[in-house]
């Protein structure tokens, strides 16, 4: 069975599926390149496997527990991790929701310290859904949000890296917990049927695309290479990852204006092919 184990080589961020010997690994890149391949799982150091030893303690002692009576009415809420480019100009904020089980996330905190980053301001509040941990974000070397897709994809699999480590029974409701998990979902997503796209201009300078697809990693980059590659420019947005869907919103324009509708449809056509393939060729990237 598959688990996570992370790892940073230089800039460079490693996450391996322990089913195929491979480990998806993002370089994060100051000029937003899409540059990430996969690495040899050889590169592997033995305190990553003794660390992929306890999680998978953690995840036996936590599956004993959910089989005990104290927890037979006890539902795994849905992990929530949320990527918000548009609520705070200065800062990236990233929210984590996982019912009321999560604690203050320092390790969270230190691991995202470990990809350059500074954490300027953290808060938590309470609603009907569970606790909202969240966190704003800017780079150690510039005191800027980041921008950088490879860089927010690094944060968002880090995130959801630490919930597989000290939640286990939460990779049961994640799409990650299929490859990087030791609880896979019972019920994967069908793609065509979770696959939704649609986009309405959002004043005269740009337009509001919305995705909601099945969730999977690398997906943040790859979006945003698709839209780059047909000439339509990210200016901001938010990425959720919702159990085991990804809820999108990016604010889009071509030559710094909204979209016309004959491109609309280029960019819906183009998003709901690549989504809905079976995999993703290592060659295209």
Known sequence: MAAAMASASGSALCFTDASTSRALCFAPSPRRSITF???DKSLVNLDQRLRLSNLKTRASNATAVENGSAADSDKVPTPVVIIDQDSDPDATVVEVTFGDRLGALLDT??????LGLNVVKA???LDSSGKHNKFAITKADSGRKVEDPELLEAIRLTVINNLLEFHPESSSQLAMGA????LPPTEPIDVDIATHISIEDDGPDRSLLFIETADRPGLLVELV???SDISVAVESGEFDTEGLLAKVKFHVSYKNKALIKPLQQVLTNSMRYFLRRPSTDESSF
């Open 123 to 125: 808060n938590v509040y």
């Open 37 to 39: 391949g996969f690495v």
């Open 109 to 114: 905190m230190n691991a995202l310290k470990n």
């Open 225 to 227: 290479k698709i839209i």
């Open 179 to 182: 490859a990087f998990g030791v």
